[in-house]
Every structure is written in structure tokens, then in C-alpha cells.
């Protein structure tokens, strides 16, 4: 018999030791949390990517903060989704390794998973741009944001009063732990990306690394560059196929 669909994930993951994930903003969706580039994605709404351009940012923070007042709440106070649960439970069952995150919501952290990289950082902290005093994200710098369109007040350090940006890799800094994620991927016997379109670099050249004997699986919505080198493609909404695994 010839395994097709889940049927097919299923036995790759029963057979594999050593699973590897991808995630990306996809796999987030359903906690209420828009992706980027989607159809109904935060760049369609108005929001350039200039929002988070460190250059822009330090020019002028309030343009960041004017366009983000609504979206970060909303990130902040999201909960994870059957997809990050999923995760979890490969994770404590043995089989999940590591979860390469392009997420900056911090779910897969809510959702207990405990060997992560956060390649883009998360919003867990703020940091001053001044000092570089960090700052765990707290009711009171929740609520300046959401109050930003009426008192018009931006975060800033207690010690120099500069001003507070997100611990999160905007366009012109460097990614976090992209050596480990590679060496992850290295010795993956199965690597699994899920919600993401594999376009946005350097995450988007990670599966090109994995090891001839490994297989590829994506989950996501629409095609990547990477479909016909998988093992097995699902377009699909994760939680779709979640429900179908009975897995979380």
C-alpha cells in the first residue's frame, strides 16, 4: 500500500528520531495573529515594511509605534494554536529536536516547547536603544502601547530615558542563531517547516542542508520553491491536519 497525506506524516514521524521544525507566521493564524505577506497579510493593511527598519526606527520610533499600537496586543496576548501544541507533543515524546522559529509571537514558547530558536527574536523583551538595558514585557509597557494613539507616549528607559525597542530582528540587524539552526538541520532524519513560504532569507536556504538520507515535509497553504524536493507536501491549514493526526 502506498501512503499518501497524513497517512504518509504519520509514518514519517513514527519513523524518525530526530525531527526538525520550521515555523513561520502560518502556523500562527488561527491564534488570531495576521502574517505578513499573506492575502490578508499586515503589508496589505497599510503597514510598509519600514515599520521595522532599525534605520527608520531610530530616526523616528513613533512611526513605529503609531503603526504597531494595535498588532502588538494582539501578538502579546495570543494564545498557541493546536499547530504549536502539536509540536509540543513531538517534542515530548522524544521526536521533536529543535523548533526553528521565524515567529516573533513567542506561541511555541507558551505552548511549552523548550528547545527553540528564535531566529528573529520575540517580543518578550524590550531593550533601550541607548544603554541596551533590557526589560521583560510588562502590563505597563502593554498598555502604553495600546494607549499610544491617544496619550502618544513611547516606552523609554527608567535609567536614560532613551527610547524602548522589541527584542525582535528588524530589516538591517543580524538574525539570532542561524549557526545552530543550520547545525540542527544538519542532523535532522526529518525536517517538517510548517506555515511558512520559504522566500524570506537566510531561513529560506535551511532546507537545502538537510542530509541526503532526510526528508522534507511542508505544510503550508500556498506552494514553495521547495515543494518538489519534499518527501511529502500538504497544503493545508495545520490545524487541519492536526485534527486528522489526533496529535496534541
Same mark, same amino acid.
Not at 520610533?61 to 501544541?85: C, D, R, W
Not at 533601550?128 to 498598555?143: G, H, R, V
Not at 511542508?218 to 515543494?227: F, L, R, S
Given at each position: 500500500?502506498?501512503?499518501?497525506?497524513?497517512?504518509?506524516?504519520?509514518?514519517?514521524?513514527?519513523?524518525?528520531?530526530?525531527?526538525?521544525?520550521?515555523?513561520?507566521?502560518?502556523?500562527?493564524?488561527?491564534?488570531?495573529?495576521?502574517?505578513?505577506?499573506?492575502?490578508?497579510?499586515?503589508?496589505?493593511?497599510?503597514?510598509?515594511?519600514?515599520?521595522?527598519?532599525?534605520?527608520?526606527?531610530?530616526?523616528?520610533?513613533?512611526?513605529?509605534?503609531?503603526?504597531?499600537?494595535?498588532? +502588538? /496586543?494582539?501578538?502579546?496576548? =495570543?494564545?498557541?494554536?493546536?499547530?504549536?501544541?502539536? +509540536?509540543?507533543?513531538?517534542? %515530548?515524546?522524544?521526536? +521533536?529536536?529543535?523548533?526553528?522559529?521565524? @515567529?516573533?509571537?513567542?506561541l511555541h514558547k507558551k505552548a511549552g516547547i523548550k528547545n527553540y530558536i528564535d531566529i528573529h527574536g520575540n517580543f518578550d523583551k524590550?531593550?533601550?536603544?541607548?544603554?541596551?538595558?533590557?526589560?521583560?514585557?510588562?502590563?505597563?509597557?502593554?498598555?502604553?502601547?495600546? %494607549?499610544?494613539?491617544?496619550?502618544?507616549?513611547?516606552?523609554?528607559?527608567?535609567?536614560?530615558?532613551?527610547?524602548?525597542? /522589541? @527584542?525582535?530582528?528588524?530589516?538591517?540587524?543580524?538574525?539570532?542563531? +542561524?549557526?545552530? =539552526?543550520?547545525?540542527?538541520?544538519?542532523?535532522?532524519?526529518?525536517?517538517?517547516?510548517?506555515?511558512?513560504?520559504?522566500?524570506?532569507?537566510?531561513? =529560506?536556504?535551511? /532546507?537545502?542542508?538537510?542530509?541526503?538520507? =532526510?526528508?522534507?515535509?511542508?505544510?503550508?497553504?500556498?506552494?514553495?520553491?521547495?515543494?518538489?524536493?519534499?518527501?511529502l507536501v500538504l497544503h493545508d491549514d495545520i490545524d487541519n491536519i492536526v485534527e486528522k493526526l489526533k496529535i496534541y
Amino acid at each position: 500500500m502506498i501512503l499518501q497525506g497524513v497517512d504518509l506524516l504519520m509514518d514519517l514521524l513514527m519513523k524518525s528520531n530526530y525531527i526538525v521544525s520550521i515555523i513561520g507566521a502560518g502556523i500562527s493564524t488561527n491564534a488570531g495573529i495576521p502574517d505578513f505577506r499573506g492575502p490578508k497579510g499586515i503589508y496589505t493593511r497599510g503597514i510598509s515594511e519600514k515599520v521595522f527598519d532599525i534605520d527608520y526606527f531610530k530616526k523616528d520610533p513613533t512611526f513605529f509605534y503609531e503603526n504597531t499600537s494595535e498588532l +502588538l /496586543p494582539i501578538i502579546l496576548e =495570543a494564545k498557541p494554536t493546536k499547530g504549536h501544541l502539536f +509540536l509540543k507533543k513531538l517534542e %515530548d515524546l522524544g521526536k +521533536l529536536k529543535m523548533t526553528i522559529s521565524q @515567529n516573533v509571537d513567542g506561541l511555541h514558547k507558551k505552548a511549552g516547547i523548550k528547545n527553540y530558536i528564535d531566529i528573529h527574536g520575540n517580543f518578550d523583551k524590550f531593550i533601550c536603544i541607548n544603554c541596551l538595558k533590557e526589560y521583560d514585557t510588562n502590563d505597563s509597557i502593554i498598555s502604553l502601547i495600546k %494607549d499610544y494613539k491617544n496619550n502618544k507616549i513611547i516606552p523609554k528607559c527608567e535609567l536614560c530615558n532613551g527610547v524602548l525597542k /522589541p @527584542n525582535v530582528v528588524f530589516f538591517g540587524e543580524p538574525v539570532k542563531g +542561524l549557526e545552530l =539552526a543550520l547545525t540542527e538541520v544538519q542532523k535532522s532524519d526529518l525536517l517538517i517547516t510548517i506555515g511558512t513560504s520559504l522566500k524570506v532569507y537566510p531561513v =529560506a536556504q535551511l /532546507p537545502s542542508y538537510i542530509s541526503d538520507n =532526510a526528508k522534507l515535509v511542508i505544510i503550508n497553504q500556498t506552494e514553495t520553491d521547495y515543494d518538489h524536493k519534499a518527501k511529502l507536501v500538504l497544503h493545508d491549514d495545520i490545524d487541519n491536519i492536526v485534527e486528522k493526526l489526533k496529535i496534541y
